[in-house]
């Protein structure tokens, strides 16, 4: 595996910073003619604890290379081999703001993915620059740091092809096959917010850069492959072919980098109901991906929030559905002021 598992998990950030400030029916008195309320304005900083918990389903694309010819004429061809599994996990989300800076840390852990054990941490910082117009600048930069680690305690894999002409089965037998993958990926952003005249509405075009620093360790104590005529082996015949691989143990370092295009959007109802999206194209290598998250507040403290993601890699493709509780930490009495602002313009 060449990369496993990334993070294509920035996955639970930015989703309902300001989601505490939600719309509070009150009945109160009109205010007298001459008053003019307070507008209502959003806390100096906030702070959002979300554990979370759900699914994910894993493409995982293996590349290797299969023997071709006869024994002493043996040339090699890269093919690749497709694994397709799901499994449960969860972890853990903070994220805060004061004033037009933001922070959100991302833990997580999937405990058994295509026999894998992926654990990762993702730390992101933003910064809006407000202006008196409809467009703010936004600048941000991240760090991602992923584990994974994949041991098939047997390993097979058959292969189909044209054989010298005739139709063969090749059969791959590996006793035990252990991958350990570590990515570290930095990706500063750069965009632009454009404010949308309806409720907090409001869309983010942006360019981002995602380098990628990739460890691969694998190890296996070998084994063999055997190509056979088909039905030859059915009928208990010799293999066209027999090679013996030997055991191996190996360290690769691989780069990436990636220009990514796309926007965020940001949609809700005085921020009791709210959605958030991300759409991103990786014009390096072609691939998509589509992020929505929803959140319900409950009151001014507590609320609900669920996660979606498809995203394409180079070697994966994930699909993620997580869902978890969300806890606020807000100024002291913000809450009750803005109870009052709200009553006054009743």
């Avoid at 004429?73 to 004061?98: K, P, Q, R, S, V």
């Avoid at 991240?142 to 994949?150: L, P």
């Avoid at 015949?237 to 191996?248: A, H, I, K, Y």
Wanted: charged share 20%.
């Amino acid at each position: 595996m060449k990369k496993s598992i990334r993070t294509t998990f920035f996955f639970f950030v930015v989703f309902a910073l300001h989601a505490a400030v939600s719309a509070i029916p009150c009945h109160a008195q009109e205010p007298e003619p001459e008053q003019e309320p307070e507008p209502v304005q959003g806390p100096d900083w906030l702070i959002v604890l979300t554990p979370t918990g759900g699914w994910l389903n894993n493409e995982t694309t293996f590349r290797f290379k299969v023997p071709q010819g006869a024994s002493g004429e043996i040339e090699y061809e890269e093919h690749d081999a497709t694994l397709a599994d799901d499994g449960w996990g969860g972890g853990f989300t903070m994220m805060g703001f004061y004033k037009w800076v933001a922070l959100t840390n991302v833990f997580f852990v999937f405990p058994e993915v295509n026999q894998s054990a992926l654990i990762g941490n993702i730390t992101y910082l933003s910064l809006t620059i407000p202006t008196p117009w409809f467009v703010e600048p936004y600048l941000g930069t991240g760090f991602v740091v992923v584990s994974t680690d994949t041991d098939y305690k047997s390993f097979k894999y058959t292969l189909r092809q044209d054989y010298s002409g005739r139709d063969a089965v090749g059969y791959a037998d590996f006793t035990a096959i252990s991958v350990d993958n570590r990515v570290i990926a930095p990706f500063p952003k750069v965009g632009l917010k454009l404010k949308i005249p309806v409720q907090h509405w409001y869309v983010t075009p942006f360019y981002s850069y995602m380098y990628e620093f990739v460890t691969t360790h694998a190890r296996s104590p070998g084994g063999d492959v055997r190509v056979y005529f088909e039905g030859d082996k059915e009928a208990g015949q010799t293999p066209q072919l027999e090679v013996e691989v030997p055991s191996f143990d190996t360290v690769l370092n691989k780069e990436y980098g990636s220009h990514l295009l796309g926007a965020d959007f940001f949609v809700d109802f005085h921020y009791f109901l709210q959605m958030r999206g991300k759409v991103y194209y990786n014009t390096n290598y072609d691939l998509w991906t589509v992020r929505l998250i929803g959140s319900m507040m409950l009151n001014e403290w507590f609320g609900i929030s669920a996660y979606f993601e498809y995203s394409q890699k180079i070697t994966v493709t994930n699909t993620y559905f997580l869902v978890g509780p969300a806890f606020v930490i807000s100024p002291p009495g913000y809450f009750e002021e803005m109870k009052k602002k709200r009553k006054a313009k009743k």
